[in-house]
């Protein structure tokens, strides 16, 4: 699943600057004249009093130096331009990763949702990307033009004294030692910060969603303590990253200053024995600031690629995940079917689970197009799992699943599923309003199309009575809805989608009886014409489907007809009578 090393990864970052090479040009073109004006100031400077001072050519003078400020005032004119491009440069590779994140996120399948913690997710989405922003201007900016600043200046200084400047470059294995051993630790801990975060923002995403069990039980103070024991870990985390930071930046101060006494004694030395000049000495005390600020911005900028670069690397994880149910190679749009849903000898366990159990066994069932299967069984007996089958949420281990007499695993799974109508028990519905949430269905229908099926629903009167009709908002500040409105807007949904087949996965046991009986008879309506695969908790609901099959411990334990069923006086007699003969 993971394959990518770690130049593959660099190449990776680097693909990202492609959309945005004019910006990148600019940037860096700006960067590097002001590389130039830095190399090339002490130089002037150096030309000028050895020169035009001793000569009394003021007039020359006065000319370089004039030349200086408008050197100076170009370079704060690039100094600004370089800042905001360069940035801009960044936050826009920080948006197109983004955008591919949220993308290859939606590919994923339900094991991986299954097992994924929101709160880490969305930090990998957010967080762990803000750090890029800054590697990537930072990154060839610094890097490239602290190299020639640096290359610069020291040739320029051997031309003036190569002694001198020899001195200087001995320092710097040492100096790049430290730096190699800091940047060590320091990404290890900038680790754990995120670690760290991405778990404080998990904790707060569980506790929040379970904010009304958490009061329910009276537990606040729990998920108080168990939410001060996370953040704990991430200040001890984040303390640990500044005290190497603290070292790192301290070693790096001290060697510059050390380095700038080394040149005063040096150079002193050679003056004393008469063997350079004070001028000499000047423009080269003016040369070490160019020559130890690149250092000095190649080590920061070593923090800088710590955090983007562990950002980026689980970044480049998350998207080297691979969905484990995808369109085969040449998998085929299926077009619009005609409904016959058949199960073939299929077997099926959750791969995630250590035990393995099976939840499904040797599973056969035929369900001839527009006909309706009920499947009847216990909680945990495998109903679910067997309608997750047909839109190929998951895929069965042995046997297959066949529409139409085609095995969906090679059709695409997007014309799969535009042919399949789920209605379940719990109701997801956007943050949006209810015309959206309707619209859902089918995204290019009209507001009369919305309108029609949510009639069809019977939820169109309760709709007119909100606050703002069909433009109320749900969810939060908004309206709430009653079990019973959320579920007909989901059956809206589906009418607007008008699939062949629907699958109906105890779309009423969270409702109570009055509404459930009203909400069946809108069921029914919705599964006219279509091939309906139905589970529900109450018999009532399924007596009149074409075969009832009664499933247990993931088998089929029994199926014919409501009547034929019952008087066989087996499994499903037992549970009929259980629930109606009191
Ligand atoms: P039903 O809908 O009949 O109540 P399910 O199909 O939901 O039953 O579950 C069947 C079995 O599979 C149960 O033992 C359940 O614990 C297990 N199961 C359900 N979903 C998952 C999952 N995502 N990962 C692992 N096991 C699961
Ligand atoms: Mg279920």
């Known amino acids: 699943m993971r394959n990518k090393n770690k130049g593959g990864k660099l190449k990776r970052f680097l693909s990202y600057y492609r959309p945005h090479m004019p910006l990148f040009i600019t940037d860096m073109l700006c960067a590097l004249l002001m590389a130039g004006i830095g190399v090339a100031y002490p130089m002037a400077t150096k030309l000028a009093i050895e020169r035009y001072l001793p000569g009394k050519l003021y007039g020359a003078f006065a000319a370089v130096m004039g030349a200086c400020f408008a050197a100076y005032v170009l370079y704060a004119l690039l100094q600004f331009i370089v800042t905001s491009i360069g940035h801009r440069l960044g936050v826009l590779m920080e948006a197109d990763m983004r955008r591919d994140v949220f993308s290859h996120l939606q590919t994923l399948d339900f094991t991986f949702f299954n097992n994924a913690r929101t709160g880490v997710l969305l930090s990998r989405c957010t967080s762990d990307l803000f750090e890029i922003t800054e590697l990537a201007h930072h990154g060839p900016e610094d890097v490239f033009i602290s190299i020639m600043t640096f290359l610069g200046a020291f040739c320029v200084m051997l031309t003036i004294e190569w002694r001198l400047a020899l001195v200087l470059l001995v320092s710097v294995p040492a100096l790049l030692g430290i ?53 704990q870990k991430y200040v001890n985390a984040r303390t640990d990253y500044f005290k190497i930071m603290g070292a790192f930046f301290a070693s790096m101060e001290f060697f ?18 008469g063997s350079m000049d004070v001028v000499a000495l000047m423009t080269f005390t003016l040369y070490v600031a160019s020559f130890t600020r690149p250092i000095q911005k190649l080590t920061q900028f070593t923090e800088i690629y710590t955090m983007g670069m562990s950002g980026f ?11 484990a149910i995808k369109d085969a190679p040449e998998a085929a749009d299926i077009g619009a079917v005609r409904g016959d849903i058949t199960f073939e000898n299929v077997s099926f366990s959750y791969k995630d689970r250590d035990d393995n159990p ?37 895929e069965p281990d042995k046997g297959r699943v066949l529409i139409d007499g085609r095995d969906i695993a090679g059709v695409t799974l997007h014309s799969l599923r535009a042919n399949i109508g789920i209605v379940q028990q719990d109701v997801f519905l956007f943050a949006d309003t209810i015309f959206e949430n309707i619209r859902y269905g089918r995204l290019d229908a009209t507001r009369e199309e919305v309108i029609e099926a949510a009639k069809a629903a019977k939820v169109h009167e309760d709709i007119m009575a909100m606050p703002d009709g069909y433009d109320t908002h749900v969810g939060e500040r908004g309206v709430t809805l009653s079990g019973g409105q959320k579920q007909r807007i ?58 009832i099959i009664v499933i247990a411990q993931g088998r089929i334990a029994e199926r014919g007809a409501h009547e034929a069923l019952l008087a066989q006086g087996g499994a499903y007699s037992r549970l009929y009578n259980a629930q109606y003969m009191q």
């Open 179 to 231: 730096v190699v051993l800091l940047r060590k630790r320091m990404s290890q801990a900038s680790r754990r910060v995120k670690e760290g975060m991405a778990g404080v923002n998990a904790d707060i995403e569980s506790s929040l969603s379970g904010m009304r069990v958490a009061q329910a039980f009276a537990n606040e103070q729990y998920e108080i303590d168990k939410f001060v024991h996370g953040n």
């Open 256 to 273: 510059t200053n050390i380095l700038s006494v080394l040149v005063i004694a040096a150079g002193g030395y050679m003056i004393m024995r």
């Open 313 to 323: 690397s689980r970044f480049c994880e998350l998207m080297d995940i691979q969905p």
């Open 358 to 394: 099976c939840v499904l066994r040797d599973v056969d069932i035929a369900i001839p197009a527009g006909r309706t299967v009920a499947v009847v069984g216990p909680s945990g007996s495998g109903k679910t799992t067997l309608c997750h089958l047909v839109p190929r949420f998951f």
């Open 490 to 547: 989901s059956i809206a949904r589906i009418f607007l989608k008008n699939p062949p087949i629907l699958i109906l996965d105890e779309a009423t046991s969270a409702l109570d009886s009055a509404t459930e009986a009203d909400i069946t008879q809108e069921l029914t309506h919705l599964s006219r014409g279509r091939t309906t695969l139905t589970i529900a908790h109450r018999l009532s609901t399924v007596r009149n489907a074409d075969e």
